[in-house]
Every structure is written in structure tokens, then in C-alpha cells.
């Protein structure tokens, strides 16, 4: 790992939102994996009292620093000090503006782990140019939404050009998991759904850049909708709940990369599905796609959401640790080529992963701006609002590996 780069700021990354459910995980993380030698580091957030409290908790000597969301003078002073700043306070179409706001006109990276579509959009709109012409990093959906997604689809897609020379066609993901849901994570589903922004999230190209696609294109890349029995699995899938999400972000990587003149091919197309074993893996697929189909509606319905509301996590709250310890994901990936060759990928670690393999992985995408700026794809000169395929790349690839996760390509 290269040395720390010379900064006049004073830290190297700020926490933001370190006394949350999963802001406390990420100071965990940092207190077990960072020398403090190499990587200046400090926890942010509203409440001082809560953020020395995680402080002493965890047992860590680092700088506490105060500001509320909505005050954009001590947000300023906060991101003003650091070279990235790594942020898990959701909804983040809440208390993330301020944040994403003064990160570009400080010129400090920055990081989270939103899966709010929309408000990624409108990120774009406002930040692109601007980021981009400075070279900052704005990196959101670096969680678990959506980085094995993202970054397995790169892995594929380039393995199989760079092997064979030939471009993909398309990559296909299947999803298994297991672990616990914690209340940050539904009050931002809760909030995207009162916000009457969900029509938004029908569109498979939300995220790109323009022009827009074609008629054709768009309905090539819908989501799916019922269960499939998939020929290369020989088992039957289903729809996964966040592919509304994960499908855009991989989309806006290889339509920013085909900009940058390093395409993923001509007419390239990505989708997910819930991975079921046998036995009864058609009925699982069945229960499980009609049983998402029903939790949707009660996301809709603020009446009807309220009935459940009471037995749900609330915000800061969460699994237990042994949940959180005994959980687990893994995505396969296979991608066809254009002369039909395929090539398997795999992301896959012990964790559940809305906590566990999120923290995992925002915190190594954090670390990776603030060691490897001189590695990172497209050189220190690329900004904006970026993706982990277009923002990080191998050097998020490598960081995993390093980390315990089997992140890996097969021809």
C-alpha cells in the first residue's frame, strides 16, 4: 500500500454519521483495520455526546466534530478539513445535501451508501459538470447497494476483453443472502416511497448520461417481473428487490465509460435475479416474488404501513451481532461475450450484508480515494458523479481481496 499523500488538510477521512447503527460499524471497522500512522481519521455528526460515547465504546483516539445536516456553515468546516469524507447518515435525499453540496465545492471525495435512485439523479443534474471539471470524486451506492453489482460487472466485462478481445453482450447477476435489516435502511425506502418519486425508479436508464436511449432499449432492459427457470443455473430465479437500483448504477458505469471511449460493448445489457435452490426452488421463486410484490404495496400505502410500522426496526436501531456475524451473500455473475463465450464471476463474503459487507465496502472505497488517488481508473483528473466501477475500479477490487472477500473471475 503507497504512503499517505501530502495533504494540507487535516484529515484523511471524516466519518460522518458515526454514531448510527451502521456509522458506528464504520468507526469499528477503521479502529480494527487503519494505522493510525498512515490515515488521519475523525468521526462527525450532530450529537457530540453520542459520537464521544461510540468513541469511548470503540476505544479510539480521534477527533469528534459537530454539525448538523441542515447547517451548511458547519458542514463547510467539517468537509473543508478532509481529503474524503465517508457518510451512512440516511435518507440521505434528507441529510445528504449539504454534505454532496460542500464536498464539490471543497473539492473532497466523497462516499455513501444510499440506494435513493432519484436523488442520485438529481445529484447528477446539479454536481456532474462541475465535479468533473475539478476531478472530485462523488461516489455514491457504495454499499451493498450497489458494489457487486457495479464492480462485478466491470470485472466480467473487462476479463473477457481483455482475455479474449471481444466485447460483452451482456452479464446477468444472481443473488443469495442472509442477514438482518436495520432501520436506517427502511426509513429510506419509507422515505423514497412518501416522496411520490417511485415512477422515477421505472425507468431502466435514470441514471445515464445522454443521449437517451431508444424505444427498443428500453424495453430490452426492463426489470423482470416474474420467475424464470434460467438454462445456465439449471434452477429457477427471480426478481431481486434491488435491482431497481443496482441495474441503473451498472448502466451509468458502462454508459460513462463508453464516453470515456472504453466501452462494455455495442448493446450491452445487465440484469439480477434472487438465486433459489433445489428442492422446491420453483416455489420458492414463486413465494418470494409474490411476497415482494406485497411488500411493495405496503410501502405504498402510508395507512397500511403504519399497521406493521411499530414491529419494524427503527432508525439507529438493528440486528444483532449474531445475526450480523452468522449472515452472508454471495453474487455469481456470468457475462456473455458477442461471439457467445461466457465468463463467471463471483463476489461473496461471511456478514450479513446490509451491515457487515456494507461497511466492508464503503469503508475500503473510502480508503482507496484517500491511499490510491494515483491509482484509481481514469487518473487524477476524473470527477463527477461516478459509480465503484468508474470511481474505483480495481483499486476497490484489490482492496476486498486484501480484506477477506472472494471477489474473482473465471474464463
Known sequence: MP???SSDRSYDVVLYGASGFVGKQTVEYFARSVDPQQVRWAIAGRSRQKLEAVREEVGVTVDVLIADSQDQQAIDA?????????????PFALYGNALVDACVRFQTHYVDITGETPW?????DRYQAQAAAAGTRIIPCCGFDSVPSD??????VRAMQQEWGVSAQQVKAYFQAA???NGGTLASAFNLYDSRE???MNNPFLLNPSPAPSQAQIEHNQDPQAPVFDSDLNTWVAPFFMAPVNTRIVRRSSALYAQWQQPYGANFSYQEYLKFEEPLAWLKATGTTAGLALLTGILQQPQVRSLVQPILPSPGSGPSEQTMNEGWFSCELIGTAEDGRKVRGRLRD???PGNRATVKFLCESALGLALQTDRLPGGQSRGGILTPATGLGDVLAERLRRAGMTVEVTL
Open 120 to 124: 442520485v439523479k438529481r445529484l447528477i
Open 151 to 156: 464492480l462485478g460487472a466491470y470485472l466480467v
Open 198 to 200: 417511485t415512477a422515477q
Open 179 to 181: 442477514g438482518g435489516l
Open 350 to 352: 461471511q456478514g450479513d
Open 78 to 90: 467539517i468537509v473543508s478539513q478532509t481529503r474524503v469524507l465517508l457518510t451512512t447518515a440516511g
Open 3 to 5: 504512503d499517505r499523500p
